[in-house]
C-alpha cells in the first residue's frame, strides 16, 4: 500500500520549516517539499520576536539561535526637521516570555539550524529541489502531484495539507483562493549592506525612521555588522534601475559611499497588505506569505507566519491523535483561520497606521503629523514598547466570558527547578494545555477527570517558585487566580475563584467534545 503521511507541507522556508518541527516533535509523519535545494542565502526578514522565541524553545534550538540574533535598537523616528516624534523600544525587564522582547536576526543561518533540527526526527521526510505540480483533496485526504529533479513525476498522500509556498503559493492558485486586498501597495527598495568599520562610525547607533515627505525611508541595524535600509520610490523612478548597484549608492549616499561597505542585497518590492479570503478549503490550510502579507514597518511578516503553524499545529496534532474528533475536531480546524485571519487584519491596520506616521508625502501634513505627536507626549517623547502594538485574539477558541487577558500570551516565568537551577516555565510544564494557578490556589478537584491531558502548574510550589515574580505581577494585575493557557501559550480564559477555574476547565472540556467522549 503506498504509504500516507499525516500532514504533507508544501513550502520549506521559516513556516514551513517550524511547520514541519512542530509536528514531527509530537511524533507525526511529515512530508515536505520545496523547490530549492538549500537554504535562500539572502535575508528577507530581520526581525523576531519574544513569542517566536518561544516557539524556537519548543523546537529545542533557542540557545542554537542566539549566536545569530541580537537585540533590536530603539528605533526613533525623525520629523520633517531633523527632530525625535517617536521612539520605539522593548518593553523593560523582567522579561515577559523569558527571551528578548525583541530582536533582529540573519535569516539563513536561523533557518539553517531549524532545518538541521528537523533532519533530526525520522518520522519528516524532506524533499528538496522539487515541485509541486498537482494537488487534488476530497474528505479523505489530499494527493500531491511531486515533480523530482529527473522529470519524474510522483504522488504524495495525506490527510492534511499546509501551503507555505509564499505570496506567490501556487496552492493557493490551483485551489482559487483569493487574497483581499487592504489597501497597501507602495514601491520600495530594500537595500542590505555589510558595513566596514569606517562606515559603522558614520551611522546612527539606533535604527531610524526617516518621515521625511521627499523620500521616507528606515535603516535598521542588524546583528553585527548587517545594516538595512528600506528606502521608498518615488513616482516615475524605475524600480529595476534604482536597484543597480551605482543607482543603490547613489541612494545611499547621505550615510555610506562604496568604500565603507559590501553590499548584501538590494531588490525592489512592492510592499502589499493582503489576506486570505479563507484559510482553508476541506484538508488544505494557507500559513505565511500564502496566506497574507503586510508593509515591513514593524518586522512582523516572518513572526506572523511562525504564529500561523504555531496555531495550526496543535490543533492538527489534538485531531490527528484523537483527542477532539467529529464536529468538534472541525470546529476545532475551522478555527485556525477564524483567530489568524482576525489577528492578521488587526495587526495590518496598526501596521499601516505606523506606515502613515513614516510615509506622509505631503509637508504640511508630515509638519502638522509632527506637531500632533509632540503635542501628545507634552513634548518630551516617551519610549513605546513593540509589543503594546500587537494585538490580542478577539475571536475563535476562547472562554465564552471576555476578560482583558483572554486572548493574550500568558508569560513565561523563570522557576527553580531544585535549589540552584533556573528553567523556564514551558520546559518544566511542557507545551501543551495548562492550568496556571497562583500562588496559594489548588487545583481545582474533578480537573484530571475533565481534562485528562491538562497539565496543572501552581506557582509558589517546589517546582514552581518563581524567580522575578512575572506570572505572579500577571496575576495580581489582571485581578485573578487562575488561567487556562492553549498550547499555543494564548489564554483560553482566566477565573477569579477555584469554582470558576472548574467551570472554565469544564467549559473547554465541552467546547472540545471532550465530555461527550468520555460518556460514551
Excluded at 65 to 71: D, K, Q, R, T, Y
Excluded at 90 to 113: I, L, R
Aim: aromatic letters at 6%; charged letters at 20%.
Amino acid at each position: 500500500m503506498e504509504r500516507e503521511f499525516d500532514v504533507a507541507i508544501v513550502g520549506y522556508g521559516p513556516a514551513g520549516v517550524v511547520a514541519a518541527g512542530l509536528l514531527g516533535r509530537a511524533g507525526l509523519s511529515v512530508y515536505v517539499c520545496d523547490r530549492l535545494t538549500e537554504v535562500y542565502q539572502i535575508p528577507r526578514a530581520i526581525a523576531l520576536d519574544h513569542e517566536i522565541m518561544r516557539v524556537f524553545q519548543q523546537l529545542g534550538v533557542a540557545d542554537a539561535v542566539l549566536p545569530f540574533c541580537e537585540a533590536f535598537t530603539p528605533s526613533e523616528y525623525v520629523g520633517v526637521d531633523g527632530q525625535l516624534i517617536r521612539r520605539m523600544t522593548m518593553v523593560a525587564p523582567p522579561y515577559p516570555q523569558g527571551h528578548t522582547p525583541s530582536m533582529v536576526f540573519t535569516q539563513p543561518a536561523v533557518e539553517q539550524v531549524l532545518r538541521e533540527r528537523v533532519a533530526q526526527m525520522p518520522n519528516v521526510v524532506v524533499a528538496l529541489g522539487v515541485e509541486m505540480t498537482g494537488l487534488a483533496h476530497n474528505d479523505q485526504g489530499v494527493q500531491l502531484s511531486i515533480r523530482t529533479a529527473g522529470g519524474a513525476t510522483k504522488t504524495v498522500r495525506a490527510k492534511y495539507t499546509i501551503a507555505c509556498d509564499g505570496g506567490s503559493s501556487a496552492v493557493r492558485t490551483q485551489l482559487d483562493m483569493p487574497l483581499e486586498d487592504l489597501d497597501f501597495d507602495e514601491p520600495w527598495l530594500v537595500v542590505d549592506v555589510l558595513v566596514n568599520e569606517r562606515g559603522q562610525a558614520k551611522l546612527p547607533q539606533v535604527s531610524v525612521q526617516y518621515c521625511e515627505p521627499e523620500r521616507p525611508c528606515t535603516m535598521v541595524i542588524g546583528p553585527k555588522n548587517h545594516r538595512r535600509w528600506e528606502i521608498s520610490l518615488q513616482p516615475g523612478e524605475d524600480p529595476r534601475q534604482v536597484a543597480t548597484a551605482e543607482a543603490t549608492w547613489q541612494l545611499l549616499a547621505r550615510w555610506l559611499t562604496p568604500d565603507d561597505g559590501e553590499l548584501w542585497r538590494q531588490s525592489s518590492y512592492r510592499f502589499h497588505a493582503l489576506v486570505a479570503l479563507h484559510w482553508r478549503q476541506g484538508r488544505v490550510f494557507l500559513a505565511g506569505d500564502a496566506a497574507h502579507m503586510q508593509p515591513p514597518f514593524l518586522g512582523q511578516g516572518m513572526c506572523q507566519g511562525v504564529r500561523d503553524v504555531s496555531n495550526l499545529a496543535w490543533k492538527l496534532i489534538a485531531v490527528l491523535r484523537g483527542e477532539v474528533s467529529g464536529a468538534s475536531a472541525e470546529a476545532l480546524l475551522d478555527s485556525y483561520g477564524t483567530e489568524r485571519k482576525a489577528h492578521v487584519r488587526e495587526l495590518t491596520s496598526r501596521i499601516k497606521q505606523v506606515g502613515a506616521v513614516i510615509c506622509e508625502r505631503d509637508p504640511v501634513k508630515a509638519r502638522a503629523r509632527d506637531a500632533a505627536l509632540l503635542a501628545q507626549c507634552g513634548g518630551v517623547v516617551k519610549d513605546t514598547p513593540r509589543q503594546d502594538i500587537l494585538p490580542r485574539l478577539e475571536t475563535g477558541l476562547l472562554a465564552a466570558r471576555d476578560h482583558a487577558a483572554r486572548g493574550s500570551l500568558f508569560p513565561q516565568p523563570w522557576l527553580l527547578d531544585g535549589p540552584h537551577q533556573r528553567r523556564r516555565m514551558d520546559d518544566i510544564a511542557g507545551h501543551g494545555w495548562r492550568l496556571v494557578l497562583a500562588p496559594g490556589q489548588a487545583t481545582p478537584a474533578g480537573t484530571a477527570t475533565a481534562l485528562p491531558w491538562l497539565r496543572s502548574v501552581a506557582l509558589g510550589t517546589p517546582g514552581a517558585l518563581e524567580t522575578e515574580g512575572v506570572a505572579e505581577a500577571w496575576f495580581q494585575r489582571h485581578q485573578c487566580v487562575a488561567a487556562l493557557v492553549r498550547p499555543d501559550h494564548y489564554v483560553y480564559g482566566v477565573a477569579g475563584t477555584g469554582e470558576e477555574a472548574a467551570a472554565l476547565v469544564a467549559e473547554l472540556a465541552a467546547q472540545l467534545g471532550v465530555a461527550e467522549a468520555c460518556a460514551a
